[in-house]
């Protein structure tokens, strides 16, 4: 029995609170905190079982702190924003809570994510006898544990890793993201990046695609070359890959708007000046953009993300494939978001019942391929994203 403090009421801290809530056995008390606390009230209005709820300014080290001491919760859930991540690692070091979270830190003001910045907790998170898990999604998250498991069971060696993320859903709208809009522009926008044999190498942004023929019926969709997180630590704990590269699905409509949008200026990180006061163009995009959380009722559709993984095992070549396929309107219907919100907010609460149940043990900072993947990939069986292998 323990409890659980999640940050950020956006999309996926909704699915969070949702999921956490189903499983009373393991979260008796759930506290939903972040920068707005009305947010938090309408999401624990939707849920039977109470859920405190509270105003936080995560970037506040000592307002977190004193959050954290009140509640006194065993393990922090943050599904704020990337800026969040160090500020509440503080936090859980200074009270001695386990702490847990979907993307790797980015600095406000350079649109550049790596696990340097959290990776250097390491020794501090170990002498505290806590765990950091990192990345609990689903890319980073679940792709982490796919290939875990394919190496544990079905490879001696693994060579070459392809993550295939597909949004095969159609909310309706000209243009909007699926998550934080500042966020995923920040990560599609810049260069694409790749492992091939022992180096990085760097690609234009958008610049490499290719068809690639979605199973049950999804079909054919173009997907395009994107460096993502989740590759840095994978290449570093399975160092038999010769080849890692993350992909993903965009439609002609959204490339274009996006294209558009650069060329004016407005995925801009940096502050102008306008009508005597400073704004930055991409937070000012934000706010016209739709909110993700309102394309819960509009999306139709389905997500396929999954590892193609090639290799060796009992020194003959091997392929295989594993995924999920998970349906945007049954995700609306049991807990009121898209599929893109449901697949981040599922792991983030299988990797916190992971830290509290014990069934994931460590102290120090952690990705999730470094614990044993079959405890979790059972759990998304139950909670609600199945997944399937496949031999090619
Ligand atoms: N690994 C994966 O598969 C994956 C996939 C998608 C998203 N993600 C990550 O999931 C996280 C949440 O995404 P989302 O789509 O839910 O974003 P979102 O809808 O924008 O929600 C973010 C929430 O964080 C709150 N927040 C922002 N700054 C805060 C602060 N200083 N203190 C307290 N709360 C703060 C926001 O509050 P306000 O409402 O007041 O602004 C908002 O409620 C992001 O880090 C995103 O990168 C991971």
């Given at each position: 029995?323990?409890?659980?403090?999640?940050?950020?009421?956006?999309?996926?801290?909704?699915?969070?609170?949702?999921?956490?809530?189903?499983?009373?056995?393991?979260?008796?008390?759930?506290?939903?905190a972040s920068?707005?606390?009305?947010?938090?009230?309408?999401?624990?209005?939707?849920?039977?079982?109470?859920?405190?709820?509270?105003?936080?300014?995560?970037?506040?080290?000592?307002?977190?702190?004193?959050?954290?001491?009140?509640?006194?919760?065993?393990?922090?859930?943050?599904?704020?924003?990337?800026?969040?991540?160090?500020?509440?690692?503080?936090?859980?070091?200074?009270?001695?809570?386990?702490?847990?979270?979907?993307?790797?830190?980015?600095?406000?003001?350079?649109?550049?994510?790596?696990?340097?910045?959290?990776?250097?907790?390491?020794?501090?998170?170990?002498?505290?006898?806590?765990?950091?898990?990192?990345?609990?999604?689903?890319?980073?998250?679940?792709?982490?544990?796919?290939?875990?498991?394919?190496?544990?069971?079905?490879?001696?060696?693994?060579?070459?890793?392809?993550?295939?993320?597909?949004?095969?859903?159609?909310?309706?709208?000209?243009?909007?993201?699926?998550?934080?809009?500042?966020?995923?522009?920040?990560?599609?926008?810049?260069?694409?990046?790749?492992?091939?044999?022992?180096?990085?190498?760097?690609?234009?942004?958008?610049?490499?695609?290719?068809?690639?023929?979605?199973?049950?019926?999804?079909?054919?969709?173009?997907?395009?070359?994107?460096?993502?997180?989740?590759?840095?630590?994978?290449?570093?704990?399975?160092?038999?890959?010769?080849?890692?590269?993350?992909?993903?699905?965009?439609?002609?409509?959204?490339?274009?708007?996006?294209?558009?949008?650069?060329?004016?200026?407005?995925?801009?990180?940096?502050?102008?000046?306008?009508?005597?006061?400073?704004?930055?163009?991409?937070?000012?995009?934000?706010?016209?953009?739709?909110?993700?959380?309102?394309?819960?009722?509009?999306?139709?559709?389905?997500?396929?993300?999954?590892?193609?993984?090639?290799?060796?095992?009992?020194?003959?070549?091997?392929?295989?494939?594993?995924?999920?396929?998970?349906?945007?309107?049954?995700?609306?219907?049991?807990?009121?978001?898209?599929?893109?919100?449901?697949?981040?907010?599922?792991?983030?609460?299988?990797?916190?019942?992971?830290?509290?149940?014990?069934?994931w043990k460590?102290?120090?900072?952690?990705?999730?391929?470094?614990?044993?993947?079959?405890?979790?990939?059972?759990?998304?069986?139950?909670?609600?994203?199945p997944w399937?292998?496949?031999?090619?």
């Amino acid at each position: 029995m323990s409890k659980v403090l999640i940050v950020g009421a956006g999309g996926v801290g909704q699915v969070v609170a949702h999921k956490c809530a189903q499983v009373p056995e393991v979260f008796s008390e759930i506290m939903l905190a972040s920068r707005t606390k009305e947010k938090c009230d309408r999401i624990a209005a939707q849920i039977a079982r109470p859920i405190a709820t509270a105003r936080v300014d995560a970037d506040r080290v000592p307002e977190m702190a004193a959050l954290i001491r009140e509640f006194q919760p065993q393990v922090v859930i943050n599904v704020a924003l990337p800026y969040q991540d160090l500020a509440i690692m503080d936090a859980c070091l200074e009270t001695g809570v386990h702490y847990l979270d979907t993307a790797n830190y980015e600095p406000p003001d350079e649109a550049r994510f790596c696990y340097a910045w959290q990776w250097a907790y390491q020794e501090r998170f170990r002498e505290r006898g806590l765990m950091a898990l990192l990345g609990s999604g689903f890319d980073p998250g679940v792709t982490n544990v796919f290939t875990a498991y394919a190496a544990k069971h079905h490879f001696d060696e693994i060579h070459e890793l392809e993550i295939i993320d597909c949004n095969a859903g159609d909310h309706g709208q000209p243009f909007a993201t699926n998550f934080n809009p500042e966020i995923n522009i920040r990560e599609i926008t810049q260069r694409g990046k790749f492992w091939e044999n022992g180096q990085w190498v760097e690609t234009d942004p958008l610049s490499v695609s290719q068809v690639y023929d979605f199973p049950e019926g999804i079909g054919p969709r173009k997907i395009y070359l994107l460096f993502h997180e989740e590759l840095e630590s994978l290449v570093k704990h399975f160092p038999t890959i010769r080849k890692a590269r993350f992909w993903m699905t965009f439609s002609d409509n959204y490339l274009k708007h996006l294209e558009v949008l650069q060329n004016v200026g407005m995925t801009r990180i940096d502050p102008v000046v306008f009508e005597g006061r400073e704004i930055v163009p991409i937070k000012f995009l934000k706010a016209l953009l739709p909110d993700p959380g309102s394309l819960g009722p509009l999306t139709k559709g389905r997500t396929c993300i999954g590892n193609l993984i090639s290799g060796v095992k009992d020194g003959k070549p091997r392929r295989y494939y594993v995924y999920n396929i998970c349906d945007h309107e049954a995700c609306y219907r049991e807990v009121g978001s898209q599929a893109i919100s449901y697949t981040t907010g599922v792991p983030a609460m299988i990797g916190a019942l992971m830290i509290v149940t014990g069934a994931w043990k460590g102290a120090g900072v952690f990705n999730m391929e470094q614990f044993d993947p079959d405890p979790f990939m059972e759990r998304l069986n139950r909670h609600g994203l199945p997944w399937t292998e496949t031999f090619l």
